[in-house]
């Protein structure tokens, strides 16, 4: 597909009648589900259910505790651990959704059940670049989440009026956690207006803040601490700053889904710096989460070096070496390409 960067809202007409005529529906959403990712995943299943239809949202893999607290999080299937029912499901599916995200390499296993599925598949997404899987494409890689796109995609399916608190509160979730609180330049007027409307029907906006961000466990904390003090490096000549954690110092800190949620923008906060990295040492792997500012974009960065992508200001990838090589690595293009 040729299309890298605005809307491509795909007849609008063919997807309503087939939501109509269909009855199982899949929601599934990319691995290490974020707040958007779980957000707009429930926001949809729930407007869906009202609708009468039968909707099962399969993820990947497990998502932060931070998340739990949102409407229709428990009936959530996950693959890697509930492999057979997810099949089953997608197997019977007439619809499958694809939320937040642009291509199959981003669902792990996931990928095979909907390769194999003659499902109509529809995504709703903000990447850029979105890979030729699916019939239809809902998508705006301006937007800045996928939650303020499932609201107008809601809008289009002329549906606002079913939006209740619990859709709502999903919807507030994403929006939030992908605009950093409502400050990243992908935050618009429209953005506010939809922020307003979930008000007026409801949803708490201080609850949704504090359940995600003052939700830490004290070993999170102190792993912080010690990321700052003594895992930054900081590459003043070049504007860029990274952090790098080993699997045995994130057991020393109980480590846990989510706890380096938000890290790697506190090296990008520094004064001065332009573009920044987290490494981690995973059990098979090394992920990289990268950030930027200004008139510098990573999701070139993490094509070209990390088998990754994302978005201009904030992408990740994945390195199969030591993580010794991944840092020399990624200061290789720190000092090369700022
Ligand atoms: P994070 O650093 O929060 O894990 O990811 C930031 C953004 O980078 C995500 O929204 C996603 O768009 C993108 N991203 C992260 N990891 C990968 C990856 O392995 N492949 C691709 N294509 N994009 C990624
Ligand atoms: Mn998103």
Redesign the pocket.
Known sequence: MIFHQGFLFDKMDEIKAELKKSNSIVITTHK?P?GDAIGSSLALYHFLKKEGKDVTVVVPDAFPDFLNWMDGCDKIVYYDTQTKLANEIIGKSEVIFSLDYN?L??ISDLRNPIEKSNATKIVIDH?QDPKDFANHYFVDTNSCSTCQLIYEFIEKLEGLDKIDKAIGECIYCGIMTDTGSFRYPSTTSKTHQIIAHLIDLGVENSKIHQAVYDNSSEHRLRLLGYALTKKMVVLSEHKAAYISLSEEELKRFSFKIGDVEGL?NYALSINGIKFAALIIEKEDMISL??RSKGDFYVNKI?NNHFN????IY?????LETSLEEAIIRLETVMKTNI
Do not use: E, I, N, Y
């Not at 990754?308 to 978005?311: K, L």
């Not at 904030?314 to 994945?318: D, L």
């Open positions: 290490s974020d291509s390499t981003r990447h790697v989460s990268l993490a990754g992508g994302g978005h904030a992408a990740g990838g994945m």
